[in-house]
DNA sequence: TCTGCCCCCGGTT
DNA sequence: AACCGGGGGCAGA
């Protein structure tokens, strides 16, 4: 979905599903007093790299968005825009990046609000104890992402993963040993 | 080690 | 006041 019905418009609401009626519906439920233009041949370009992007995500998708959404929110979308293909993230990381630590939970329920699939890559946040937990289009999807991310970068290791993870987290040798959990 | 449970946390509606 | 895509501790498997 975009925010103009031209190719100018910026990317407001990307979504993932089986049936088109389904994606259609929910995107008129997001935007109850808007009209509704449908063209896939207006948004090819943005189309096609969208789909290469899930074929072979080995660079970040870079899409215009529009983010609509508290202060907040915008932050921990914005971090999570900031990570690389394959690159798992805590949310209780992401709270620490946008400055307030303590907001993990806040962070989740932030993720859980995003509304553009892919370009804000919340199928990278993770927990903290390393386990893969909700996703608004579907844990499957989400797993299938993260393998496809991990697959694309040729061979990246569960380790590499997590210390990515930690990286510019403060030193926290207990974590570190306890993130060598296999990612699916 | 791996559950489940409890209690806490911050942001949103 | 209630709801969460969380976190950490801790008892029982």
Same mark, same amino acid.
């Given at each position: 979905?975009?925010?103009?019905?031209?190719?100018?418009?910026?990317?407001?609401?990307? !979504?993932?599903?089986?049936?088109?009626?389904?994606? +259609? &519906?929910?995107?008129?439920? =997001?935007? %109850?007093?808007?009209?509704? $233009?449908?063209?896939?041949?207006?948004?090819?370009?943005?189309?096609?790299?969208?789909v290469e992007f899930i074929e072979e995500p080995t660079?970040?998708?870079?899409?215009?968005?529009?983010?609509?959404?508290?202060?907040?929110?915008?932050?921990?979308?914005?971090?999570?825009?900031?990570?690389q293909p394959g690159e798992a993230i805590t949310y209780?990381?992401?709270?620490?990046?946008?400055?307030?630590?303590?907001? !993990?939970?806040?962070?989740?329920?932030?993720?859980? +609000? &995003?509304?553009?699939?892919? =370009?804000? %890559?919340?199928?990278?946040? $993770?927990?903290?104890?390393?386990?893969?937990?909700?996703?608004?289009?579907?844990?499957?999807?989400?797993?299938?992402?993260?393998?496809?991310?991990?697959?694309?970068?040729?061979?990246?290791?569960?380790?590499?993963?997590?210390?990515?993870?930690?990286?510019?987290?403060?030193?926290?040798?207990?974590?570190?040993?306890?993130?060598?959990?296999?990612?699916?």
């Amino acid at each position: 979905g975009f925010d103009r019905a031209d190719s100018k418009g910026k990317v407001c609401f990307l !979504s993932l599903g089986d049936q088109r009626t389904t994606v +259609q &519906n929910e995107l008129s439920a =997001a935007y %109850p007093d808007q009209s509704l $233009v449908e063209s896939e041949a207006m948004f090819r370009d943005e189309l096609a790299t969208v789909v290469e992007f899930i074929e072979e995500p080995t660079k970040p998708l870079h899409l215009a968005l529009e983010l609509n959404g508290t202060v907040f929110q915008k932050q921990v979308w914005t971090a999570l825009a900031q990570t690389q293909p394959g690159e798992a993230i805590t949310y209780r990381e992401l709270a620490i990046r946008i400055g307030s630590p303590g907001s !993990s939970r806040a962070v989740g329920a932030a993720c859980g +609000q &995003n509304r553009i699939a892919l =370009a804000i %890559p919340c199928h990278r946040a $993770v927990r903290s104890d390393g386990k893969v937990s909700g996703f608004r289009w579907g844990m499957h999807r989400k797993l299938e992402l993260l393998r496809r991310e991990r697959r694309a970068l040729g061979g990246t290791t569960t380790s590499q993963l997590h210390f990515a993870a930690f990286a510019n987290s403060p030193a926290h040798p207990s974590s570190l040993t306890k993130t060598t959990r296999k990612l699916p």
